[in-house]
């Protein structure tokens, strides 16, 4: 199975108290994981809120995590965007709408034909959408 890591997921290896499961799940499926450029946002936007040396090292570790991610995230481009279009009309039709990023993650996933590696299932359990919750389901 491929996984697209959503941002809880993926930073467990950088939280002072990560969860070791889940750490080792990721050490394991690592060839198998993908993520998407909103969730390196989200990262991105963590890692700037943090000061001083605690900041410059998650920064390293962003960038080493890019790095090695390379040619597995996948960016919110124009056929992720008509996938999002179709999705958002179902769910608000269906009132299960949900939070835009998390929405442009589920549709990243649905385009590559990936399952979402969340400890988010509120906001992601939706019709169509395949979810693992490694915090629980390991």
């Known amino acids: 199975m491929n996984w697209l890591l959503d941002t809880d997921v993926l930073s467990q290896p950088a939280k002072k108290n990560g969860d070791p499961k889940v750490i080792a799940w990721l050490r394991r499926e690592k060839d198998n994981c993908h993520t998407s450029s909103v969730v390196i946002a989200q990262l991105a936007y963590w890692v700037r809120t943090k000061k001083g040396k605690q900041r410059e090292e998650l920064q390293a570790w962003l960038s080493r995590l890019i790095a090695a991610m390379q040619?597995?995230?996948h960016g919110f481009n124009v056929s992720v965007a008509h996938?999002?279009?179709d999705q958002e009309k179902t769910?608000?039709?269906a009132g299960l709408r949900?939070?835009?990023e998390d929405g442009y993650i589920a549709a990243t996933a649905r385009k590559h034909g990936l399952t979402i590696a969340t400890g988010n299932e509120k906001d992601f359990s939706r019709p169509?959408?395949?979810v693992f919750n490694p915090f629980k389901d390991l």
């Open 98 to 100: 949900m939070p835009l």
């Open 91 to 93: 769910l608000e039709d």
């Open 71 to 73: 040619g597995r995230i």
């Open 128 to 130: 169509g959408i395949k």
């Open 83 to 85: 996938v999002w279009a």
